[in-house]
């Protein structure tokens, strides 16, 4: 397979059935849109204009009711109201952790729950979004991965997820009122449930209705997007989204790593840093963050810091050490404070930032790897999680 490639799945090529109806504004693209709003009847000269027009009232004030939007004629409004709907997926339950964490269980077409978790801190909040339903990849220290993969959310789905939380923290502007700089959400990580580079063109037009100036508004820099390491697709989210990148790393070895991230079997370590190493002069990224989790006894040793500044050598780079956030079942334990500490010491020390991740909302399981939706969340034994990992559980 070559680097341009593309990459599917199987869960891409099963035939779903499409609701007959209205057709859903949400998600779609500009061009989309202005196609859509052609056959419906728009004339082709006004479509851009009407385009951008009701995308103003979806993505920057939050309107859904056709009849709302009041700088568009009323014949025009009902002709939209017949053909379109603004829909989101469904708030089941939301979940409130100690530390401010608020994590929704999100029902989507069909019926299917993910996960999105908001998490507030003082100078940012930075929702998690989801991308798809469970996983393939099967990452042995992730509750998400036990969960076997249903199917890629849509564009709709994704970006709705964010829309979703803005309603629920009350941040859409007010017409008329001062405007307000000040951003509840500010953040966007896809580090939720799912590869987002398995579900790349979705992932792809979300991010851009996301990142458009007339719109939500975020900056591509307060985007991340985190891959286990699908090579092919990496110079592609370079160049058609061009946000920031964290790869799940947690290894040093290519042993170790095809246990941790079985996808190594397929691009192991070497592979994917020749990839990493072009991204930040395609995508004008600063630098790529490392996502090392932080595993006692596996992963942790001052011998696995020096092979990982080793490996990483030449790449703009941050590391996050994540504390191993347990979840039932789980074949590992977390790393002993000291041993955390002495590990980013020796980072730091070879002059790459290494901050050591606080957990958060563990205590609602929207802790960093313990997503998994409620009516996927089957409870295995550990026994049996360790031994689907290849591994001895933890006594």
Known sequence: MTLSAPITQDVHTIPRKVP?????????TRDQMRDAFV????PEKQARMRVNQVWQWI????????????NLAKDYRALLAGAFAVDLPEIVSKQVSSDGTRKYLVRIQGGHEVETVYIPEEDRGTLCVSSQVGCTLTCSFCHTGTQRLVRNLTAGEIVGQVMLVRDDLG???VPG???DETRLLSNIVLMGMGEPLYNFDAVRDAMKIAMDAEGLQLSRRRITLSTSGVVPEIAR?????????A???HATTDEVRDVLVPINKKWNIATLLDALREYPNLSNSERITFEYVMLDGVNDSDEDARRLVKLIEGIPAKINLIPFNEWPGAPYKRSSNNRIRAFADIIYKAGYASPIRTPRGEDIMAACGQLKSATERARKSRAQVAAEAGIAPPT
């Not at 056959?39 to 728009?42: E, K, L, S, V």
């Not at 993505?59 to 009041?70: A, E, I, K, Q, S």
Request: proline share 7%; glycine share 12%; aromatic share 12%.
């Open 59 to 70: 993505y920057h004030w939050g309107v859904r009711d056709f009849t709302l939007m009041t």
């Open 177 to 179: 009122a001062p405007k």
């Open 171 to 173: 941040e859409w502007p």
């Open 247 to 249: 790869v799940s790393f």
């Open 39 to 42: 056959t419906a009847g728009t």
């Open 20 to 28: 007959a109806g209205p057709v859903n504004l949400v998600g779609l």
């Open 237 to 245: 989210t370079a160049t058609e989204i061009g946000c920031q990148l």
